[in-house]
């Protein structure tokens, strides 16, 4: 048989020069499973989607029920799809009375560009506003929006009136006027490294929106589903954005996105032009159907409530010289060894030590601690001192 590793050397586009290579077999509860049988605790959830974990049973019975009924079978919005409908519906139960209609799309990205595009059509202004070191997705629209330079500029011309402001800095937010049509934000900028909003800013930015009539979008594409301790992060802020993003954990292991807003907001994408956004594959019925049911035994099983504590106790283990800081919003942790070389090198101890981990985009200087929201007090104390064991390897060679 062809060798797999080479194999996916030269048939698979790369995204980067040094892939991680990790040969994953199969998966169940925490843990990944490499060919050779050797096992590693998911840290990062496949970068915040397998909130549940692995193989979780409910998901799976979800999904094979959905299998036997029908895949896909029509373009998203002209069928009644019974998956896609209760799935609207429970998550509109879930959220304020000013976010009762959901867009299912395929990712983050496609949610990102259709909630750009609302913006657009709702307020009929056409600047957008977003912060440094921001991430919002990979496609145009949304590298438009993103706060880095060096991933965008290779790709110029993009999308015109998009300005960067700079986050948690009230003051920037004057330059928010009658021109802004909307500003993306993530309540926790995960991709710099875990950088929490703070209230008074994301407060401050919710009036200035409102002010100027500017929709203010929540990018809550790995902080919600209950990956911050609570179900979507807004909720922490008690404030309401005008459009909600989501994707990562909402399909339950599959791939689903969706942006969320106004009734009437959402009536504008089906009129002048009609079909105002079009996705063939969004919210597919398997997704739907995987994503309710993660959704419900989320919510059954109270894991939410169980976040913080499992935090503070990661945070409480993660004592070292070469850490810096531990910050930590819920289970979405940054730890900060403050240099890059550093990191890179404690990664593959974490590896050789049997935990998956990663950085971030804009934090090569720190590891990406994102786990199954299932993991136990005794796996956190297990895999903290595996960390600490790697930590101490990197230190000393
Ligand atoms: N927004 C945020 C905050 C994200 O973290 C991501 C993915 N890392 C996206 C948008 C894009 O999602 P996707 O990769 O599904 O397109």
């Known amino acids: 048989m062809t060798d797999l590793r080479e194999a996916f050397l030269r048939h698979l586009a790369p995204t980067s020069q040094q892939p991680l290579l990790?040969?994953?077999?199969?998966?169940?509860?925490?843990?990944?499973f490499d060919a050779s049988g050797k096992a590693y605790v998911d840290l990062i959830s496949g970068i915040s989607v397998s909130h549940l974990g692995h193989g979780n049973p409910a998901v799976l019975a979800a999904i094979n029920q959905q299998l036997q009924q029908h895949l896909h079978v029509m373009v998203y919005g002209e069928y009644l799809l019974a998956p896609q409908v209760r799935y609207a519906m429970r998550l509109a139960a879930l959220l304020p009375r000013s976010?009762?209609?959901?867009?299912?799309?395929n990712s983050g990205s496609e949610a990102v560009e259709g909630a750009m595009k609302l913006a657009k059509r709702f307020t009929g202004r056409t600047e957008i506003v977003s912060f440094y070191r921001c991430y919002h997705g990979s496609t145009q629209g949304a590298l438009s929006i993103?706060?880095?330079?060096?991933?965008?500029?290779?790709?110029?011309?993009?999308?015109?009136?998009?300005?960067l402001l700079p986050y948690n800095d009230i003051s920037g937010l004057e330059h928010i006027g009658p021109q802004t049509a909307a500003v993306f934000v993530e309540p926790v900028q995960a991709e710099a490294g875990v950088i929490a909003g703070t209230e008074s800013f994301l407060q401050a930015l919710r009036r200035r929106c409102t002010q100027t009539g500017?929709?203010?979008?929540?990018?809550?594409?790995?902080?919600?589903?209950?990956?911050t301790g609570h179900l979507f992060c807004f909720q922490r802020y008690e404030i309401v954005p005008d459009v909600l993003i989501l994707a990562k954990a909402l399909g339950g292991g599959l791939p689903l996105g969706a942006f969320v807003s106004g009734y009437e907001q959402m009536q504008t994408l089906s009129v002048r032009p009609a079909l105002?956004?079009?996705?063939?594959?969004?919210?597919?019925?398997?997704s739907c159907a995987a994503g309710l049911?993660?959704?419900?035994?989320?919510?059954?099983?109270?894991?939410?409530?169980?976040?913080?504590?499992?935090?503070?106790?990661?945070?409480?283990?993660?004592?070292?010289?070469?850490?810096?800081?531990?910050?930590?919003?819920?289970?979405?942790?940054?730890?900060?060894?403050?240099?890059?070389?550093?990191?890179?090198?404690?990664?593959?101890?974490?590896?050789?030590?049997?935990?998956?981990?990663?950085?971030?985009?804009?934090?090569?200087?720190?590891?990406?601690?994102?786990?199954?929201?299932?993991?136990?007090?005794e796996q956190i104390a297990e895999v903290c001192r595996r960390m600490l064991t790697a930590l101490h390897a990197v230190q000393s060679g």
């Not at 993103?146 to 300005?163: Q, T, V, Y």
């Not at 500017?214 to 990956?227: I, K, P, S």
């Not at 990661?314 to 810096?324: A, D, E, G, K, M």
């Open 146 to 163: 993103l706060g880095d330079e060096s991933l965008r500029n290779a790709f110029r011309p993009l999308i015109p009136g998009c300005h």
């Open 99 to 105: 976010l009762q209609t959901v867009y299912f799309t």
């Open 214 to 227: 500017a929709l203010l979008v929540f990018d809550e594409c790995q902080t919600g589903m209950g990956r």
């Open 22 to 32: 990790l040969n994953i077999v199969s998966a169940r509860d925490i843990f990944l």
């Open 276 to 286: 105002g956004h079009i996705t063939t594959f969004g919210g597919h019925p398997l």
């Open 293 to 377: 049911a993660a959704l419900e035994f989320l919510l059954n099983n109270r894991l939410i409530e169980e976040v913080k504590a499992k935090s503070q106790f990661f945070v409480s283990q993660l004592n070292h010289p070469l850490i810096r800081e531990v910050r930590a919003e819920g289970l979405l942790m940054a730890v900060d060894l403050g240099d890059e070389t550093i990191c890179r090198r404690a990664v593959q101890a974490c590896l050789e030590q049997g935990l998956a981990v990663d950085w971030f985009l804009f934090a090569p200087h720190c590891i990406r601690l994102a786990p199954p929201l299932t993991i136990t007090g």
